[in-house]
């Protein structure tokens, strides 16, 4: 079975949401590659985990599809630009979770959760709400984890693609910070270095 087998079903499934996509290839190209790589990833690592309440990856992958597609609502030129973002346009960018999740209103409860929380964190520090570690659901931190890492391994039009070796420095960085949960990035981290997917042994107490 391919890798992103479930990942088509899932955009075959719902046409609405190949045409979203579609929207956001044509607004930035980036966000759109970086939508299908989350979901790639997601796809690839669910079966390491276990989620409160969640019987399959159907809807995880959805979610993590459509993670960004509120940025269709951010002009592509923020979204495309090179230099330093002004506050405001720091402002546009930081209301993309709440825009994508009034826009996927009809979705289920997951869904909606990973596009509106993505950018959450657990000392409450994170856009748009501010929610804390207990309001922020397991398969959340999950695709928050996934958006990092691929970020960070992706080239942009402000940075270049990390290595391995860097990632593990930001990895360190972001232990330090103490606002994500760490058990998630390790896991990626331990696949991306090995090749090799082992269940979790331990469910993180954050
Ligand atoms: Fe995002
Ligand atoms: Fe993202």
Redesign the pocket.
Known sequence: MSIIYKTLEVLKAKPENAELLDLLKAHDHTSYIHSLSVAGMAELMYPVFAFKGIKNSTEIIEGALL??V??LFVSAEILKKEGKLTPLEKCFIKE??RC?GILLHDRSEIVKNIVHF??ERLDGSGYPYGLKAEQIPDYCRYITAI?IMDALLSRRSYKEPLSLYQIKGELEKMRSENNLDMFYFDKIYEFLTTGILLPAKEVCAC
């Open positions: 993670h960004d509120g940025k993309h979770p994508g993505h950018h958006d």
